[in-house]
């Protein structure tokens, strides 16, 4: 089973017909897509995933707020809503789904605000209560979290103790950050930023012990790099690709 987390940037726009086309490439079997948009673009990127097999979708975009950053889920299998009581309270920031494939799972995505929104640190504090409450089985946290290690996942300082004490917290409660599971002190950055083109790691999937022993691959991948040789072409932040094995 192949799972593909992805901010797509700004809701794709003109790009949804190749991310689209990505996305099938990589074979995946379920994708979180964050800065999904519920506009015309977003609307299309929706039924061409569809007609690749992802046809079951949630989505938290709202109809009154069409060119709001939502999230959208889509999979090859039927899924459900799970509230969580505590979680973030940012509803088109965060959403739970049960997906009822082979190997059923929960997956939670995420898409985690900025620091100098003054929301972020609330909205870390929800997902680690509701990973400390876990009683959902196996599961992955996964999305665009604005956080990474301090040194290992940034090209120059930005990440603070804050923020990478969310991240040993979620170890100590059970949940590992597949890359760094599986790629230990690897060096990968999945956004850069605009202006000093500085590689940052702030996309990142968590796993819990009852999934991470189906845990087989976890990598970062830019859309459309090889094909143009360029990194951003279809978004300003590489892929996560997991693949989890049914054995």
């Known amino acids: 089973m192949r799972i593909v987390a992805w901010n797509i940037r700004a809701g794709g726009g003109r790009r949804v017909g190749a991310i689209g086309r990505q996305i099938e490439r990589w074979g995946a079997d379920v994708v979180g897509l964050s800065e999904f948009r519920i506009t015309p673009p977003g609307r299309g990127l929706m039924t061409a995933l569809a007609a690749t097999g992802l046809r079951y979708q949630l989505t938290t975009a709202h109809p009154r707020r069409p060119a709001s950053n939502a999230l959208l889920v889509?999979?090859?299998?039927?899924?459900?809503?799970?509230?969580?009581?505590?979680?973030?309270?940012?509803?088109?920031?965060?959403?739970?789904?049960?997906v009822a494939g082979p190997l059923p799972f929960v997956l939670g995505v995420m898409h985690v605000p900025n620091r100098v929104s003054g929301r972020k640190y609330p909205f870390l504090?929800?997902?680690?209560?509701?990973?400390?409450?876990?009683?959902?089985?196996?599961?992955?946290?996964?999305?665009?979290?604005?956080?990474?290690?301090?040194g290992i996942d940034e090209e120059v300082p930005s990440f603070n103790r804050r923020e990478e004490g969310w991240i040993d917290a979620l170890a100590e409660c059970g949940w590992l950050d597949a890359f760094r599971h599986l790629r230990a002190d690897t060096r990968a950055y999945t956004w850069y930023s605009?202006?000093?083109r500085n590689g940052f790691r702030i996309d990142q999937a968590f796993v819990n012990a009852p999934l991470l022993a189906r845990l087989k691959d976890a990598a970062y991948v830019w859309g459309g790099a090889a094909r143009?040789?360029?990194?951003?072409?279809?978004?300003?932040?590489?892929?996560?690709?997991?693949d989890l094995t049914d054995l």
């Open 194 to 196: 605009p202006n000093g």
């Open 228 to 242: 143009r040789r360029r990194r951003d072409v279809l978004s300003d932040h590489a892929a996560l690709v997991l």
């Open 74 to 98: 889509a999979a090859r299998w039927p899924l459900r809503r799970v509230r969580l009581g505590g979680g973030p309270g940012e509803p088109g920031r965060w959403i739970v789904v049960e």
């Open 125 to 150: 504090d929800a997902v680690l209560r509701c990973a400390h409450r876990w009683q959902l089985g196996p599961a992955l946290l996964v999305g665009d979290t604005n956080s990474g290690r301090r």
